[in-house]
């Protein structure tokens, strides 16, 4: 009898706590069902037509061309663009190109980001067959992890970064980027005259 009591109370307690976060407002985190899934991550594929720069492309959707910008990611500036280029800019935008550039990719949204940008542009993980392109760019040093807006994939992308860094890969190389340090204020001084945080 006292355990059936107990049970029930705690049922109750429960149930009262649900209702509670839901009159405030507080959604508890769910686990994606397979429908949720299948709009966020399609099979789909779409044609890569222009390589902007290190983070952002144009692609072919239906006759029509659109901007995507990819999620969590910041490659540096390249040259000839509206901002002042930084070192290892066009490094990076050749190594996109190489890696997708005429090629047909699928786009996955993040699940807790924004899909779009304030200049309209598409916000997606870029898949190439099994590779996401997003974590190839941060692995291999060309661009860093972004750290200004919330996405699902940030703790991934930062361990990534920390590894390129740590085996100075790219950007990384003071060689390759020799006026790249380290400032006290987080930020990071580009070569030549360009400050630059990575979000």
Do not use: H
């Amino acid at each position: 009898m006292k355990k059936a009591l107990s049970g029930f109370f705690i049922l109750l307690f429960l149930a009262a706590l649900t209702g509670a976060l839901y009159y405030f407002g507080i959604k508890p985190e769910t686990a994606e069902t397979p429908k949720q899934n299948r709009e966020r991550f399609t099979n789909e594929t779409f044609r890569v037509i222009k390589v902007i720069d290190g983070d952002t492309i144009i692609i072919n959707d239906g006759g029509k061309n659109m901007r995507v910008r990819l999620i969590g990611v910041r490659a540096p500036e390249k040259p000839g663009g509206r901002l002042a280029p930084q070192c290892f800019g066009e490094e990076a935008s050749r190594y996109l190109q190489r890696k997708i550039e005429g090629k047909n990719i699928r786009l996955q949204k993040d699940r807790i980001g924004d899909k779009e940008d304030q200049y309209k542009r598409l916000l997606r993980y870029v898949w190439l067959d099994e590779e996401l392109i997003n974590a190839a760019l941060i692995r291999d040093g060309y661009a860093y992890a972004y750290r200004k807006f919330r996405f699902e994939k940030k703790p991934e992308f930062r361990a990534l970064e920390k590894e390129a860094k740590i085996a100075k890969k790219g950007l990384w190389n003071s060689k390759r980027c020799p006026q790249q340090q380290k400032q006290k204020t987080g930020a990071i001084l580009m070569a030549p005259y360009f400050i630059y945080s990575p979000g």
